[in-house]
């Protein structure tokens, strides 16, 4: 059984770096990209991931609050990627449910075990 992943980051380049990473690792599948708050929302909607890698810093924030991702996000495990690792951005992150904030700068060596980390944990587990 596969680990189903979520990316959402509006990078193009980002999103096809952390594929290449994953698509490395057997027991994870991507499911889709998004690139938007919208998009994701949606996207968790049609493809049930048990992981999302969340970039902090997603267009159109004016209109979706912490608290409306918060909401929708608790069926996944909220692993939030940023640049930022400093006080502001770990409070983002709590605020949107994630459960680790880990740093664009170091991701490749933090990513596939913080996805590991989620599915071993029994509130989140990997749909079939």
Same mark, same amino acid.
């Given at each position: #059984? %596969?680990?189903?992943?979520?990316? =959402?980051?509006?990078?193009?380049? #980002?999103?096809?770096a952390?594929?290449?990473? *994953? +698509?490395?690792?057997?027991?994870?599948?991507?499911? =889709?990209?998004?690139?938007?708050? /919208? +998009?994701?929302?949606?996207?968790? &909607?049609?493809?049930?991931p $048990?992981?999302?890698? *969340? @970039?902090?810093?997603?267009? +159109?924030?004016? !209109?979706?609050?912490p $608290?409306?991702?918060? $909401?929708?996000?608790?069926?996944?495990?909220?692993?939030?990627?940023s640049? %930022?690792?400093d006080? +502001?951005?770990r &409070?983002?992150?709590?605020?949107?449910?994630?459960? /680790?904030?880990? !740093?664009?700068?170091? *991701?490749?060596?933090?990513?596939?075990?913080?996805?590991?980390?989620?599915? @071993?944990?029994?509130?989140?587990?990997?749909? &079939?």
């Amino acid at each position: #059984m %596969s680990i189903k992943v979520l990316m =959402a980051d509006d990078s193009h380049a #980002m999103r096809s770096a952390i594929r290449r990473t *994953l +698509e490395e690792e057997p027991r994870i599948e991507i499911v =889709a990209e998004a690139s938007t708050f /919208a +998009e994701t929302i949606q996207k968790i &909607a049609d493809f049930k991931p $048990a992981v999302l890698l *969340l @970039d902090l810093h997603l267009p +159109e924030k004016r !209109d979706i609050t912490p $608290a409306l991702v918060k $909401a929708q996000l608790r069926c996944v495990c909220t692993l939030a990627v940023s640049l %930022s690792n400093d006080d +502001e951005a770990r &409070a983002l992150a709590k605020s949107y449910g994630a459960v /680790a904030l880990l !740093d664009k700068m170091t *991701l490749y060596g933090d990513m596939i075990p913080a996805i590991m980390h989620c599915s @071993d944990n029994k509130h989140f587990s990997a749909s &079939a």
